[in-house]
């Protein structure tokens, strides 16, 4: 077989994920040699004609990065869904809607307001919004129409790898390149992850789970050996694929849980809010009244944030229910 | 039309409290609303808030949650656990914008057919008087943008 | 008579970080009538930060940039220290600013050889197959490409020893960073550090000889067609050097006046921001001028950031290297210089003074120093914080309840400040490239370079991001009927 | 390979209980729609014998690999369709019940649509379970066949004789200094008025000497640890500052104490030496040095016990030994103690008043060996009452104080009222009555016999607050609600039938033992009917009133019960795990170790795994809660036969309109 003919394709993304493989360093030539790049905007002059005019079904590989936020991105992942044998989830964004999945707490129209005249700075009495279609001295302008609710690519069209992280361990990419060089693809479904829980990766010690309060991380200097949830602070860890060697926790700074849930978990935020809830005050819990439990569970500010920072859109729920 | 809604009411039971408390009710036939259904499990510390969403998602429009009395659990402190997990969980259903009310925590006893009864009539009640659950609604996944306001536009 | 509506878009605008396109009309002769250039995706970043602990947003932020994410990671852990009232200890401030060179050494470097370079390098009306990395690499020699990687690795690896990782970090706390750093880290960071000095000099020497000594490439930089007169904004320290970490913001006006030095907090006196319907980019213009559309000039509002920005406004580097570098481009371009190609050149002498600063602060013992962090004991409540992101200012302002939960904050982004400047520069481009029907691949191209001279990063600008569309000329009639297309390649 | 799932669907119509009110072919109809099920059938009552072989004919015909049957509560059937599924050659946890009259026809009786349609829920879930059901396992472990028993009264002395006989090792223990707790302070016992001693004593010798019983009095345990077949207990002997071995008995050191002291056996009626048998046919027969007020632990000086004992027995230097022994099951009978009327019904004047006595201080004053030898005096002026009355129910049935019944009081005021008027031929005695509960075999003939008597008449009423005026003689007021009238009595001798309580010891046994009391502090047992011998903890059994109050027969009874349950655990010789035990992937486990303080019986282990950790399960100490699944965040940590792939497609079902 000739070289594998591979596409990067960016849907709602911060780019950082493509942005990362410049720091494969050297080796990005040798991938740049021996694979055949059909697409990938960011690092040359291609144009999504190129996409458009190759046969359906003749892109070996494809790496769709970013969620689905407005009209171009779904029409780009359908695209790429026909032109692809095999579309990889690229990054937490097209894994699991990402950060800007957190646009689920509101709708489009609230967050425009905000953002373009709610602000200081924003000059605006006339209240103007982008619009998907306006007209400058009869000149007409087209913008793509912004959703309501951020998805994950595979909310959109049917995916057969995912390589969560934001950005991803370049590991996994080098992983997936090789197998795809060497026609070796896993079967679909694959997660280029860990199967186990970040915890099997931290160099911290850990001693008995037993949380007497829930403390944010700048309220104490903690101890840089130990299991940062025992001294009370909230790490997604626990509930957090493995993979990317914990370099957050590393630096005395929690998981926020960007790899995403396990694979046993159906629900990453309800899982962790479990751990947290079974390990609280486990040692006076039958002496914890009603009405000391409560305060004590209040500590924790912002359960929706926290639990579901990277993956609002792949919630139970996906979003937060709209007030009609 | 709420008039002729009937709402769904998944249940969740303890073996040997809450569950033997609703068998009671049926051999003293006591009488309650016909939308509750029962997950029997053998300790309510067995509940996963992933189970309630899911009840939820599936199209709950109420989940009633029961365990052993504070003290009186089979397994020690199952309903210790149980309650915590509720009680943080109502935080964050309360963040995701579904009415409190939808859920609710209640210890029955074995002996305490009675106090399930009023529980799921009560209960029954409220859940007919909020209304279908919204995230039964598929339209909230809905895409598609929000009307958006005029606001000048283009010329 | 009936007006001829035509319009030729170029989508997407490729090699530079962000999702935007071009809508260039031309009347019935077939000259450009007008152009705009769109930004056209959007996030939101303001309304969902809301109801976050504050602490959390140096981590969510930088997801607004996966090419600058340090920016907002440090605007963001300025902003943060401001709310809770807590400034870092020495060390804990000094490893920022570390970070925070290396990182500048990352981004422009990535910029200018795999973004910029290309149409130097390879020749910007040459195919636009060869117009990329592996085009330089066959001009230049694979060697030279793959030191340059190699090189610019060494400043990946100072952010992940800093950061973790190196997009995307997790380094700032409120009040310094997470963790300490060992003297044998400091050691490997100080060696490493020199590396990136050594790839300074040559992506000088490498701008000398490919642009500088090509006439051909100095009249096209210096050329009208590139040329805006605007006011200039950028951080400058008390000695009036660029610093990009801190300092006051200082405003230059077209004729090199200095107009306006102020504190970075007080910055809603001085900028505002206005609203088109037709892009998801908003406009900031100086408030003391106004804003008067899209029209350069001294009675403009109209201000630019960035390297170029930068270079105007400040009195050059505190290193010396990148002090020499700095007289030789004010010798060529003149003070200010008005040349939007300028940005690339300005670009490469920042990479330069950025290696230099990172040597300086990698070799000061007290970074390996244990107290990099102050925990903080007052009620937060606002604070602002502003870093020179590559692209240009950045301002982060945050507004929290007592217990540091956000209720409001605002975002002004490098290429956002650029947006009024990126859109005259394409217009002009347009105008002076596009004539009688003559639309063709070496000519937008040409136009493309107007804006990828700022390297306008539109992931930052929309806090929004990328996206994919077909780069055609599309001619229509007034009833919207198409009649002519031109697609590229 | 994966086998093909053939479901079987068992519908009962449970004679009409669940027929007149579920449409049951509407059901089948409906199940037999379900994906993988072979055969839904319908049937009158499912668990007799011919519908329990209809499914195993089922099973054996058809290849069922899965079964459901839709009838009663599981907490009621389940045991027996499973012992049919694996007559059947299945697995018994490939079963699932459909709980369709306890929750289904019986609480809606007027709505048989509804009804009809929440069984097809309850069903179709059931399916949905059941295809996901694996086969199950118990772990079995050998248990240690040796008992202890927590209480030396009639019941302990029962239990632990009916083990020892069947050959088992037994250890009794008492924390007095001799077992025969409360029985051993009655004169005579209802109805049969044979001496209470007479037929204890013998029993008490008997366990004192049997080989297999250890007799560990004037000890009281410590910690419990460990779990059924193999608890580990530690037990505190007290000193008695006499050495058992050499002590004969013959009670001259009580003889030659110079110094007295009020009278525990006897409640404080009569008095006892310092050191002093606890009552004289007290088993083991050694006497007890009361350290605290011995005036040699006091002062130093006195040793008089010590010179005069011919087996030079006394120990002054004796220390608390603490004893540690391993018991594969324990019998709670911890028996009762009084509710506190002195305190909590000063109305009754219990205590001001030296005349006002318990049930218990009677049965002293009329024994032989109580403080008056045998002869009933009025604690106040040594004479014989005239004139007495007994109250019944004092604290019991009253919603302000005990809200049960005490189950003896009644007869035992009768019996009382005998005691008076056989040893005081010209006494009158007044019973106040609520009403008169004399259920047991006997007990109506001993009431009718006494409530004849010319010397005995009943009050239907609680008298009001007890009086007492300036020469001392009490008087009060009662309404009869059987004439109608108000009452003045001016008894001089008040006896009161008081409520009875959990022995105080019980509490703090019952929370090392981690064992579930009801709210009444009784111990609560497994099941009220079923399995009234069995605590919430397994191996742990009850006897006596440490359950609730309870005569002297039914203690017995209830002594021989929970031994019984105790052999039956001990002869077996393993215990089995649960089925539904928690179980860890340890391919997924990370080792957060957020399950393993979780378990309260530390059923979890962490182990080492290169340079890191991953949790183990030890399948005999979980006891299938689910609590760890429920916690683990990653989702390595599960429940067999509750697992969520399992309660999933359960809870879809459930929460989903059709």
């Known amino acids: ?324 | 039309m709420a008039s002729n809604f009937e709402p769904r009411i998944v249940v969740f039971a303890c073996n040997w409290c809450s569950y033997a408390g609703m068998d009671l009710a049926g051999t003293s036939r006591m009488l309650y609303p016909a939308n509750l259904r029962v997950v029997r499990l053998m300790c309510s510390g067995r509940l996963e808030p992933e189970h309630i969403l899911y009840a939820f998602k599936a199209g709950a429009d109420g989940v009633l949650v029961t365990g052993c009395h504070p003290g009186d659990c089979h397994y020690i402190s199952g309903n210790y656990k149980t309650r915590k997990r509720i009680r943080l969980l109502e935080q964050l259903l309360a963040q995701f914008g579904l009415e409190k009310e939808r859920l609710r925590l209640e210890w029955i006893s074995a002996s305490e057919g009675e106090i399930f009864t009023r529980v799921a009539k009560e209960f029954t009640e409220k859940i007919r008087a909020l209304g279908p659950s919204s995230l039964k609604q598929e339209k909230m996944f809905a895409p598609l943008i929000s009307a958006r306001a005029a606001g000048g536009g283009g010329d | ?489 | ?658």
């Open chain 3, 1 to 489: 008579m009936e007006k001829k509506d035509r319009v030729v878009t170029i989508q997407p605008i490729t090699r530079l970080e962000g999702h935007g396109k071009i809508s260039i009309f031309l009347d019935d002769k077939g000259d450009v009538e007008d152009a705009y250039y769109q930004v056209v995706e959007f996030r939101g970043f303001e309304r969902f930060c809301q109801g976050r602990p504050v602490e959390e947003l140096p981590l969510i932020t930088p997801r607004i940039c996966g090419v600058c994410p340090w920016a907002h990671h440090m605007a963001s852990a300025k902003a943060v220290d401001a709310v809770y009232h807590v400034e870092p200890p020495p060390a804990g401030r000094k490893l920022r600013e570390l970070a925070y060179n290396a990182f500048y050494v990352h981004d422009h470097g990535a910029v200018f050889y795999a973004l910029s370079a290309p149409d130097f390098v390879v020749g910007p009306t040459a195919p636009r197959a060869e117009r990329n990395v592996l085009g330089i690499m066959a001009k230049v020699g694979k060697e030279l490409v793959k030191n340059i990687l190699a090189a610019r690795l060494e400043a990946t690896r100072i952010l992940e020893t800093l950061g973790g990782r190196a997009v995307h970090p997790a380094m700032t706390v409120p009040g310094g960073v997470g963790k300490p750093i060992t003297e044998e880290q400091r050691k490997e960071l100080e060696q490493r550090a020199a590396k990136i000095v050594e790839l300074g000099k040559l992506t000088l020497k490498i701008f000398d000889d490919v642009i500088l000594k090509n006439k051909e490439y100095v009249d096209l930089i210096i050329g009208d067609i590139y040329l805006h007169k605007t006011y200039y904004m950028g951080l400058v320290d008390e000695k009036g050097k660029v610093n990009f970490y801190d300092g006051k913001l200082r405003v230059m006006a077209p004729d090199g006046k200095i107009v306006a030095e102020f504190n970075s907090s007080d910055y809603l006196n001085y900028i505002a921001e206005h609203v088109e319907p037709w892009s998801y980019l908003k406009f900031p213009y100086l408030k003391s001028v106004g804003w008067k559309g899209l029209r350069d000039g001294a009675d403009s509002g109209v201000y630019r950031v960035g390297p170029l920005g930068r270079l105007n406004v400040s009195n050059g580097f505190a290193t010396p290297l990148a002090q020499e570098a700095y007289e030789k481009f004010v010798s060529v371009l003149g003070k200010p210089a008005h040349a939007t190609l300028g940005f690339h050149w300005a670009r490469v002498i920042e990479i330069m003074a950025a290696a230099e600063a990172a040597l300086e602060l990698a070799r000061d013992p007290e970074i390996a120093s244990k107290e990099v962090r102050r925990v903080p004991t007052a009620t937060p409540d606002e604070g602002v914080g502003v870093v020179e992101a590559p692209r240009g200012v950045l301002i982060h302002h945050y507004k929290t309840n007592s217990e540091g939960l956000v209720e409001k904050l605002n975002l002004i982004v490098a290429t956002v400040n650029n947006n009024a400047g990126i859109n005259l520069s394409v217009k002009k481009a347009a105008q002076s490239l596009i004539k009688n029907w003559q639309v063709n691949d070496g000519l937008l191209n040409m136009v493309e370079m107007a804006f990828r001279a700022y390297d306008p990063c539109l992931a930052c600008g929309t806090h929004a991001l990328l996206g994919q569309m077909p780069l055609e000329v599309n001619i229509y009639d007034s009833k919207k009927h198409l009649y002519r297309q031109i697609k590229r390649g």
């Open chain 4, 1 to 658: 390979m994966v086998e093909e799932l053939k479901v079987g669907v068992y519908v009962c119509h449970c004679g009409v209980n669940i027929a007149s009110v579920v449409n049951v072919k509407a059901v089948i109809e409906y199940a037999s729609t379900l994906s993988n099920v072979e055969v839904a059938k319908d049937y009158p009552f499912m668990c007799s014998d011919p519908g329990q072989n209809m499914i195993i004919e089922d099973i054996k015909a058809k290849g069922l690999n899965r079964i459901v049957v839709a009838s009663c509560s599981p907490r009621m059937h389940e045991p027996t369709f499973r012992r049919a599924l694996e007559r059947a050659g299945l697995n018994p946890y490939l079963l699932e019940m459909a709980n369709i009259r306890e929750h289904c026809s019986w609480v809606h009786e007027k709505q048989p649509q509804e009804a009809t349609e929440k069984a097809k829920d309850l069903v179709a879930a059931a399916v949905a379970k059941v295809r996901m059901m694996k086969p199950l396992e118990t772990v079995k472990m050998p248990a240690v066949k040796r008992a202890l028993v927590i209480g030396g009264g009639v019941a302990g002395i029962r239990a632990a004789l009916d083990i020892a006989n069947s050959g088992f090792e037994v250890y009794l223990v008492e924390k007095k200094p001799s077992i025969g707790g409360n029985m051993a302070r009655l004169d005579k016992t209802f109805p049969t008025l044979d001496c209470s001693q007479c037929i204890l004593t013998p029993m008490m010798v008997e366990a004192a000497q049997h080989p297999n019983i250890k007799l560990l009095t004037y000890s009281e345990v410590q910690s419990i640890d460990g779990s059924v077949g193999n608890f580990t207990v530690k037990i505190l002997k007290k000193p008695r500052y006499v050495n058992e071995a050499l002590c004969t008995g013959c009670g001259i050191c009580e003889q030659k104490c110079p110094y007295t002291v009020p009278s525990e056996f006897n409640l404080g009626l009569g008095k006892r030496k310092v050191i002093y048998f606890e009552f004289p046919q007290a088993v083991p027969l050694k006497p007890v040095l009361d350290r605290d007020n011995c005036v040699y632990f006091k002062k130093g000086t006195c040793r008089a016990c010590e010179k005069f004992c011919p087996a030079k027995a006394i120990d002054y230097t004796q220390k608390p030994q603490e004893i540690t022994i391993d018991v594969g099951a324990i019998i709670l009978a911890t028996g009762y103690g009084l509710y506190d009327v002195k305190t909590k019904m000063p109305e009754y004047r219990y205590g001001p008043s030296k005349n006002v006595v318990t049930g218990l201080e009677l049965e002293r004053l009329t024994s032989a060996t109580g403080p008056t030898k045998g002869a009933i005096l009025r604690p106040s002026d040594k004479k014989e009452p005239k004139n007495v009355t007994i109250v019944l129910c004092v604290g019991s049935r009253d919603e302000k104080h005990l809200d049960y019944c005490c189950r003896f009081g009644c007869v035992a005021g009768i019996k009382h009222a005998y005691y008076i008027i056989s040893h005081i031929p010209d006494a009158k005695v007044t019973i106040c009555y609520t009403d008169i509960r004399a259920f047991g075999k006997g007990y109506e003939d001993f009431y009718a016999r006494i409530r004849s008597s010319d010397n005995v008449q009943f009050i239907r009423g609680r008298p009001m607050e007890i009086l007492e005026d300036s020469n001392g003689s009490l008087y009060f007021d009662v309404f009869d609600q059987n004439t109608n009238r108000l009452m003045r009595l001016t008894p001089d001798l008040v006896v009161l039938e008081t409520g009875v309580v959990p022995d105080p010891s019980f509490e703090q046994i019952a929370t090392v033992l981690k064992c579930s009391r009801g709210p009444d502090g009784f111990a609560l047992e497994l099941h009220p009917k079923l399995r009234p011998t069995e605590t919430s903890v397994d191996g742990v059994f009850i006897a006596g009133v440490v359950q609730g109050p309870k005569d002297i027969p039914d203690t017995v009874a209830q002594a021989g019960a929970a031994a019984a349950s105790a052999i039956a655990l001990l002869a077996r010789g393993e215990v089995e795990s649960v089925a539904n035990v928690a179980s860890v992937n340890q391919d997924l486990c990370s080792g957060c170790g957020v399950c393993e303080p979780v378990c309260p019986f530390t059923a979890i282990v962490l182990e080492a795994r290169n340079g890191g950790r991953v949790a183990k399960v030890e399948a005999t100490k979980c006891k299938g809660c689910g609590a760890c699944a429920a916690a683990c965040p990653s989702g390595a940590m599960t429940q067999l036969g509750f697992e969520g792939k399992q309660l999933i497609p359960q809870i879809e079902v459930l929460a989903r309109a059709r």
């Open chain 1, 1 to 324: 077989m000739g070289k594998p003919r591979v596409a990067i394709v960016l849907g709602s993304t911060c780019a950082g994920c493509d942005y990362s493989l410049l720091d494969l360093g050297p080796t990005v030539l040798d991938v740049l040699a021996n694979v055949e790049l059909v697409y990938w905007p960011t690092g040359a002059d291609f144009k999504l004609s190129d996409l458009e005019s190759v046969p359906d079904g003749s892109v070996d590989l494809t790496l769709y990065e970013g969620a689905i936020t407005n009209s171009d991105n779904e029409e780009l992942a359908k695209l790429v869904r026909r032109k692809s044998k095999a579309v990889i989830a690229y990054g937490s964004c097209a894994c699991f809607g990402g950060i800007p999945g957190l646009a689920n707490v509101s709708i489009a129209d609230d967050i425009m307001k905000t953002a373009y005249i709610g602000t200081w700075s924003t000059d605006n009495k006339r209240s103007i919004l982008p619009q998907p279609l306006s007209k400058v001295d009869s000149k007409h302008l087209v913008l793509p129409v912004t959703y309501d609710t951020i998805r994950a690519l595979d909310q959109v069209i049917p995916v057969e790898y995912y390589m969560p992280g934001c950005p991803p361990p370049l590991s996994y990419i080098e992983q997936a390149l090789v197998a795809a060089l060497s026609g070796k693809l896993p079967p679909p479904g694959h997660v280029f992850a860990s199967e186990r829980s970040l915890c099997d990766e931290c160099k911290r010690t850990k001693e008995k789970k037993n949380l007497t309060a829930i403390k944010r991380f700048h309220e104490i200097i903690p101890d840089s050996q130990r299991c940062l949830l025992e001294q009370g602070i909230l790490c997604m860890g626990p509930a957090t694929r493995g993979g990317c060697k914990a370099p957050c926790v590393d630096n005395n700074i929690p998981c926020r849980g960007c790899m995403g849930p396990t694979p046993e978990a159906l629900d990453q935020g309800a899982k962790m809010l479990s751990a947290l809830a079974s390990i609280l005050a486990l040692d006076q819990e039958t002496g914890v009244s009603e009405d000391r439990l409560i305060p004590l569970i209040q500590q924790l500010k912002d359960p929706l944030g926290t639990f579901y920072r990277f993956g609002l859109p792949k919630s139970m729920f996906r979003r937060v229910i709209p007030r009609r």
